[in-house]
């Protein structure tokens, strides 16, 4: 039997990711960029045994159906089998460090984490682009969890998605100032996929084109306010981008909505982006980046709108592989 470990760091998108030019191997049809996050944490354990005739996830004490597995895991796994030459089936078990009834997305750390420690049971020495790249096939966010601070997910443009990987493009410490407020309003679960909404999007949104015009032009001032740590122009441009891929999302036939009532508040009130700039991925929880010392007013605001929670995230260092990343808390 072969055994690894690894952690990684969940990662909220800033530029989104929001549709697909390959399904099979999800090559995007933008760049995107992220920040890793320290709060948010997903353990992976996997044992590849020549007992089993299958591969097997459980998440948080969960077992996966075997559709579920074969359309995310297994895609990574698959790959690690291709490049090891070992044909043996591989049992994963997760764990996040965040209550699963948050209505938190936990995949991408999910996948990276398995990523990670699928090479470490292999004993495959890949350097992080190589295994970003594999990270992708069973999920495109999980490719910039491999990476701790500020990564870019570059689209590529070849067929074989070989030049469809990330980088980091700043450490975590560049901005110690910025920190992620994650207020919970909502555990509620049931919404479309993100992979099956930005399927709907490609297919029959007419703003599309022109969103990926707004990415394509806006990518390099959203990197000047980070390199800058310049706040107002980072919080506009968070504002802007998630607005955008919501607009797609409300463009789309059927039309997806994925924010809710609490959102809409949240949005009324940090909409100007002066003191804070929130993003929301395909649900109804943002999350809300302000700098240090606006904290805790901007904490206050959030549970008076109806915050049952609000986890405060610093930005990650970035993945632990082995069993000396394991959290206590786990
Ligand atoms: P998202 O996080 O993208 O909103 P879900 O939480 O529904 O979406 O997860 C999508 C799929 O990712 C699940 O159906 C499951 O197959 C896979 N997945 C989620 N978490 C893990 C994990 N920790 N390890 C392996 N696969 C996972
Ligand atoms: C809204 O990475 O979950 O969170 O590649 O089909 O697995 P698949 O989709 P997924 O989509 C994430 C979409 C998003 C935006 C983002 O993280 O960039």
Redesign the pocket.
Known sequence: MLEGEAEAPSNIAIVKYWGKRNSALNLPLNDSLSISLEALK?R?KVVFDPELSKDK?R??GVK??D???K???SR?LDRMREISGKSIYAV?D???NFPSSAG????????A??TLASSDALGLKMDPKELSKIARL??G?ACRSVYGGFVIWHSGARDDGEDSFCEQIFTHDHWRDLVDLIPIFTDE?K?I???KGMSVSVETSNLMKCRLEFVRETLPSVLDSIRNRDAKKFFEMTIRHSNSMHAIMMDSFPPLIYLNAMSLKVIDSFGDGKIAGYTF???PNPHVFTLRKDAESVEKTLIELGATKVIKSDISAGPRVGKKGVDENN
């Open positions: 997903v992976s996830v998440v948080n996966l159906s559709e579920e597995v359309s995310y895991a990574v994963v997760s764990w996040s938190l997305a936990s995949s991408a750390a999910g996948i984490a398995l069973g999920s966010s679960k919404r996929s993100s992979r991925d395909a649900g």
